[in-house]
């Protein structure tokens, strides 16, 4: 069975650019989360989708992010417009539906220079 | 509102000493609580999860942890290190009521030396 896979595993980009990561969950993992780490803090939620509906997105920093879940499969997560601050490591996860383990992607490490 | 603490973000111990990693949590229901483990450029694995059975939980890779409710603590530990688990360590809780999203400590680096 395959794990979480995450694209791109590096992204460099400028501040001001547009940069859009992607999640492809456990195959029929209903529940994708996504998570960041800023370097020197703690990883913290970004937000949770149940299929394709957001079930809470309390941890999104500002409108700058935005993601999505079409069909309920692989997720997106686009930063427009990509700010230093942003840097980080994504971490997706995804989980079986009523289930509490989290399963985690490598994750992407964006640096926004 | 959930909380975890680790105490110690750098822990280094000597190939064969005893590993332990301390968390201590808070929350105002019933938690799960979770040992992940990050190895130099991986993802995060799980250790090992406490979801309200039994109070100490055995893991992968020789490692557990025990649940202390009077204490609020789910510290990892571990008989014998190996120069292998040297790796960053994770402490987590979340609670089937929130979604299940995880609060995670700031991490602990743990150093296996000869």
């Known amino acids: 069975e395959a794990g979480v896979t995450q694209f791109p595993s590096h992204s460099v980009i400028e501040k001001g650019q547009t940069v859009t990561l992607r999640c492809d969950p456990i195959s029929g993992h209903d529940n994708l989360y996504w998570y960041r780490r800023v370097m020197g803090k703690e990883i913290k ?22 993601a999505e879940r079409t069909g309920g499969t692989y997720s997106t997560l686009k930063v427009q417009p990509a700010e230093l601050e942003d840097s980080g490591v994504y971490f997706c996860a995804s989980s079986q539906r009523g289930a509490e383990t989290q399963y985690f992607g490598p994750g992407t490490r964006l640096l926004v220079l | 509102a959930q909380s975890v603490t680790q105490l110690g973000s750098h822990v280094s111990v000597s190939e064969g000493a005893l590993v332990l990693l301390r968390c201590n949590y808070s929350s105002s229901v019933p938690p799960y609580l979770f040992w992940y483990v990050q190895y130099p450029n991986q993802g995060l694995q799980l250790l090992l999860k406490y979801t309200s059975a039994a109070t100490l939980v055995k ?42 999203k995880l609060t995670f400590g700031t991490g602990t680096q743990l150093k296996v030396e000869l």
């Open chain 2, 59 to 100: 893991g992968i890779n020789g490692f557990e942890a025990e649940f202390k409710k009077s204490e609020t603590s789910f510290h990892l530990t571990k008989p014998s290190a190996h120069m292998s688990d040297a790796a960053e360590y994770f402490c987590a809780v979340s609670f089937t009521g929130g979604g299940n």
């Open chain 1, 45 to 66: 939620f970004l937000l949770h989708f149940v299929k394709e509906s957001k079930q809470d997105e309390s941890g999104m920093p500002n409108n700058r992010f935005l």
